[in-house]
């Protein structure tokens, strides 16, 4: 087993280019078929990506993460998926945003779009106490998509030594 430090920024950067190309992939597809989408979805992709980062790692070093590093990139994954997922949204609310006021515009109804926007905050403040147990939820899902990944490549790893 090698005891040096290694950069875990590569796999950090293919998680995260593995999770926003496979949440848009599949995010597209859902819209495009008009399907509910649920939480699954987000484990389908969680787990893509961490097994995708794991694999990487184990073929490029030819062993299985350590503890530290096992919680390195469990951590640092968890916050690309957050922020990825945030800016998704945004993206997502502004362009509905935008259809919704071109609409409001055209009915010319601005007060009713300052009543609802008020009941949107107030909404929204009730909203964050799910969120943080939603982001708490994902952080063990991050952490546990990462550890099956390693427990599945390391035994991959004991096989061909």
């Known amino acids: 087993m090698q005891t040096a430090e ?3 920024n590569k796999y950090l950067m293919w998680f995260a280019l593995v999770y926003l ?3 848009l992939v599949f995010g597209t597809v859902v819209s495009w078929l008009d399907l509910e989408s649920n939480s699954f979805l987000g484990i389908i992709v969680l787990m893509l990506s961490a097994s995708i980062a794991v694999q990487l790692f ?3 070093h030819q062993r299985a993460l350590m503890r530290a590093e096992l919680r390195y990139l469990s951590f ?3 916050l690309a998926s957050v922020f990825i997922s945030v800016a998704e949204l945004l993206a997502v609310f502004a362009y509905s945003f935008y259809e919704i006021y071109g609409v409001i ?3 010319d109804v601005q007060p009713e779009l300052a009543a609802l926007l008020f ?3 107030i909404d929204l403040h009730a909203l964050y106490a ?3 147990v ?3 939820i994902f952080w063990g899902l991050t952490r546990l998509a990462y550890g099956f990944a390693n427990k599945a490549f390391t035994k991959q790893v004991n096989t061909l030594a």
């Open 119 to 121: 009941e949107l905050s």
């Open 105 to 107: 515009a055209w009915l």
């Open 76 to 78: 640092w994954s968890w």
């Open 58 to 60: 184990v073929k490029d």
């Open 6 to 8: 290694v950069s875990l």
């Open 134 to 136: 939603v982001l708490l």
């Open 21 to 23: 190309a496979s949440s």
């Open 130 to 132: 799910i969120i943080a």
